[in-house]
């Protein structure tokens, strides 16, 4: 199953060149997951109230095509197979069918006091 989120390139997101910034592909993938997680069903505040939180342990990323300012770009992510206590996710930013940005992102479940733990059910049931 793909989560598409749609995202507009605003002027604080580009450099000088008018090029989206690249550390700013960052928060377009985070904000995307944020969003497929909430259509999850997965409550991060309840989460964290319960004593758990999500943390990114790795990301593999490719640059390869500019995005610019005012471009209406879609985020699309699709889970990898992953583990019990590890999701993988692949996030492509696009324009149109354009691949811009794509990242391979890793991320763990944690106690609030930085101990491991499982992946919540709602997740763990979809891991392929």
């Known amino acids: 199953m793909t989560h598409s989120f749609p ?21 377009f993938i985070e904000r995307a997951r944020s969003e497929w997680v909430r259509d ?12 758990h939180v999500f943390a990114v342990r790795r990301v593999e990323a490719d640059y390869l095509a500019p995005a610019h300012y005012d471009d209406e770009l879609r985020v699309e992510t699709v889970m990898q197979p992953g583990s019990g206590a590890r999701l ?26 930085g101990a491991p733990a499982r992946l919540p059910a709602a997740i763990r049931c979809l891991n392929p």
């Open 40 to 51: 999850l069903g997965v409550d991060q505040k309840q989460m964290k109230a319960d004593g």
């Open 7 to 27: 995202i507009r390139v605003y002027y604080e997101d580009t450099d000088l060149a008018g090029i989206v910034y690249y550390a700013n592909y960052l928060k």
């Open 88 to 113: 993988v996710v692949r996030q492509d930013v696009k324009r149109g069918d354009l691949l811009l940005f794509s990242a391979i992102v890793t991320i763990i479940c944690m106690t609030t006091k």
